[in-house]
């Protein structure tokens, strides 16, 4: 197994795919990302640095974010590689540069809602939504919230499943933000998306934490951009 940090280019509004750089550099990692810890006092994190538009600085955040998640075989079920973000909850700096990072990019997007889909979005969402100014909208399962609501069926591997969003929490012209802890398969993101363009809001962006590259969750988001910090192959 792989982990690449993904480097960003500043703000080009005209890009195809989105606001993202393939990864440039890649490094092998063990279950725990020890190695991964590493790589701000390594040579290969000077190299990267070299080649990469991206501060150094971000660089070694985003390593130490990735030291920090942990990875559990065989959890929920045999064959899956769980990517357990409560260790990264552990350590309060590299929490802080998490929520950071995203400030930062989001800041100056005129964001105006943050919607963090069920469960972990719901970790990642509001600091985000306080920092930049937004409002916090929870995307939920079915049952979940209490008013009325909209829903938005999507594909598993065997049936279906639906995301819910109260009515009127988000308003026409909102410009959102879709936060959440990892991208997989991207049926809950294109739920998520799809709920709040039928309110009329325009969907800026989708921002996770982790991306999982082999299920290629980013081509089922067609055009719209995903921001991530790690992605592991």
């Known amino acids: ?79 899956i590689m769980f990517q357990d973000i409560t260790t990264l909850l552990l350590d309060p700096v590299a929490f802080k540069d998490t929520i950071d990072l995203f400030v930062e990019r989001y800041k100056h997007m005129n964001i105006s809602v943050v919607a963090g889909v069920e469960a972990r979005g719901f970790i990642f969402g509001p600091p985000i939504a306080l920092a930049i100014g937004a409002k916090f909208v929870p995307i939920r399962k079915p049952k979940k919230l209490p008013g009325e609501v909209i829903s938005e069926e999507y594909s598993l591997e065997y049936g279906t499943d639906k995301m819910e969003m109260h009515v009127g929490a988000v308003q026409p012209g909102d410009r959102a933000l879709v936060v959440d802890d990892l991208i997989a398969t991207g049926g809950t993101l294109c739920a998520a998306m799809k709920l709040l363009e039928r309110v009329e809001a325009h969907v800026v962006e989708c921002a996770c934490v982790i991306e999982l590259a082999e299920l290629k969750g980013r081509d089922r988001l067609g055009e719209k951009p995903l921001f991530v910090l790690v992605s592991s192959t």
């Open 1 to 79: 197994m792989t982990t690449t940090v993904i480097t960003t280019l500043p703000h080009f509004s005209n890009l195809s795919r989105g606001i993202f750089v393939r990864p440039n550099f890649s490094f092998p990692f063990s279950p725990s990302r020890r190695l991964a810890g590493n790589l701000a006092s390594s040579n290969m994190a000077a190299a990267a640095a070299a080649i990469s538009p991206v501060p150094k600085d971000d660089l070694e955040r985003i390593a130490k974010i990735s030291a920090t998640i942990r990875v559990i075989p065989d959890f929920p079920k045999p064959g």
